[in-house]
């Protein structure tokens, strides 16, 4: 199976930064996309930035400017640099991947999610 494993959240002020990072391990053929998700209490989950292989990034308008995905083949890991943060950011943020398994289907992978809390 695969796992996805999140690190980075936690409690920071407004204006600040912070880096989650999310780690592919397991079995499968390849990653077609990795992504980034967000729910707040009482929403819906909603995406706040994806990369596709051989693609551009793309982003929610509301983290526009703010936030930045990347990620390192290599590792099979993915990033979200999140910047000038808000309360409005304050989420728990949870990594997304396709990707094809070894008999070549496609399926969606979550981690286990970690808290973002901007608060002064």
């Known amino acids: 199976q695969v796992q996805l494993v999140e690190s980075g959240g936690g409690l920071v002020q407004p204006g600040g930064s912070l880096r989650l990072s999310c780690a592919a391990s397991g079995n499968f053929f390849s990653i077609n996309a990795m992504g980034w998700y967000r729910q707040a209490p009482g929403k819906q989950r909603e995406l706040v930035a994806s990369i596709i292989s051989g693609g551009s990034p793309n982003y929610a308008d509301s983290v526009k400017g703010r936030f930045t995905i990347s990620r390192d083949n290599a590792k099979n890991t993915v990033y979200l640099q999140m910047n000038s943060l808000k309360p409005e950011d304050t989420a728990v943020y949870y990594c997304?991947?396709?990707?094809?398994?070894?008999?070549?289907?496609?399926?969606?992978?979550w981690g286990q999610g970690t808290q973002v809390t901007v608060s002064s």
């Open positions: 997304n991947i396709a990707a094809t398994s070894l008999s070549r289907k496609l399926y969606n992978y």
